[in-house]
């Protein structure tokens, strides 16, 4: 079955400086990467997703970009904000009915 | 639009007794039904998922159990609760019109004291 590894588990950024979130995925018949963002207590929440088909794809100050051939996919926030401080969860789908998560990215921005 | 009702929010419960979380999906008919567990400070585990009616698939063998009497609901059970039972407990549902995009409800907080 599909495993999806994340990478790192934490990771500390001055505000206004970019942060970097890489996920590795196993099965090479997943075909969706979406990435959830978790704010402490709340439920994950979709903020940005790839399919397979697609090598980057933006969204304001999210980017996703995804390398098929090695297996693996990034989420990139720039200028990043005290506002982005959360959990943030890269996942994978082969096209069954499981999504498999990665660990989780804990990203702290200092003001 | 498609909402999804989980509840209750926050319960704490001693060790042994029975557990009942709830899950209703409103606004769109025979969805993926899916329950998730994450422990404090970690990541989500896939517990069970419902493709239909009456139909589960469980992911880790344990002391919980999921039913789903109807279509948009989705039952997760437990007879004896266990301490390492403790956690945030997240339903979710996907349906084609949604693509391969998971939506979580709002989370049920578990402590087993």
């Known amino acids: 079955g599909e495993n999806v590894e994340q990478h790192p588990s934490t990771l500390s950024v001055q505000e206004g400086d970019s942060a970097v979130i890489k996920c590795t995925y196993s099965d090479s018949a997943s075909n969706y990467f979406p990435w959830y963002k978790q704010e402490l207590g709340k439920r994950p929440q979709l903020i940005i997703d790839?399919?397979?088909?697609?090598g980057e794809k933006k969204d304001q100050r999210i980017a996703v970009t995804l390398n098929k051939t090695a297996k693996h996919f990034s989420l990139h926030i720039t200028e990043t904000q005290p506002e982005d401080s959360a959990v943030y969860f890269c996942?994978?789908?082969?096209?069954?009915?499981?999504?498999?998560f990665g660990a989780g990215t804990r990203l702290f921005v200092k003001a | 639009s498609q909402t999804i009702h989980q509840w209750p929010a926050t319960l704490v419960q001693p060790v042994g007794s029975p557990l009942s979380l709830e899950c209703t999906v409103e606004g769109t008919s025979n969805p993926n039904l899916y329950w998730y567990r994450q422990a404090a400070g970690r990541g989500l585990q896939l517990l069970f998922y419902?493709?239909?009616?009456?139909?589960i698939s469980s992911e880790v063998p344990q002391n919980l159990s999921a039913s789903r009497p109807q279509d948009r609901q989705f039952i997760l059970s437990s007879k004896k609760l266990l301490l390492s039972d403790s956690g945030f407990y997240l339903c979710a549902w996907r349906t084609a019109s949604s693509g391969n995009t998971i939506y979580f409800g709002e989370g049920s907080w578990l402590t087993v004291v």
């Open positions: 419902s493709v239909g009616i009456g139909q």
């Open positions: 996942a994978g789908f082969t096209g069954g009915f499981k999504t498999i």
């Open positions: 790839i399919r397979s088909n697609v």
